[in-house]
């Protein structure tokens, strides 16, 4: 298999920053790698929406998904969204297929470190003081033959039964396997309640924090879709592009844009 190339991502989410009149800069640097950002501001006011990819590295299918929804999809969103996105939060994983950094860590778990890893700090510093409508983090599970996702929210609608819906176009869903812990039901992660907590104070219970937990903090609605290793890569592909385009038509029509 061909070696997931960051440069050859990079030129390519240049080319869709320069197409739609927005910006991909480097805000960080990890393990000799640029870290990037793209901001494609929509009409002024427009709500802001968040994906973000590639935390972990060996992963491809979440960053291939991202930039290919960026190619193909993003345009006939502009006129509604602010979009912002991370397109790969570890480049050196990333091209090597491992999943921590160069350190060792696992990256998906340093979001309340007092000095995080550069990528995780980069994430806080541009995403502090705002507000969005939605985040979806993309995801791979190498393990796994079906998609499933992570939806916790305090008040619905849930975006999970369209999403489901949808992905199940494009390949299997998750059916659960032996020892899940939560369970897997028909793609999506149940998970117990946090009685009488707002998900804010149920992070405020860890002392480690993925992505989703301390975007808790600046999202209305967090998503963490998880496409199946071991279906072949234009699959999950397509299964991100789904996944984004079902969490952004939801979103669009909960706000009733
Ligand atoms: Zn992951």
Redesign the pocket.
Known sequence: MRRPDYDDVIERLQAVADDYGGQLTVQGEADGYPLYHLDLPGPEGAPHFLLSAG??GE?PGATSGLLAWCERDLAKWLHIFHIEAFPCLNPWGFERGIRYDAEGRDL?RRFRDETPPPAIQMVRDITAGKHFAMAVDM??DCDYYGFYVYERLEHGPHVAPALLQRIALEGPLSYGEEGDDPPIEQGLVTMAWPQGKSLVEMAAERSQWPLAFYLYHVAEHVITVETPGRQPLDVRVRMQRAAAETALSFTQRRLGL
């Open positions: 935390i972990h992963e998906n995801h791979e």
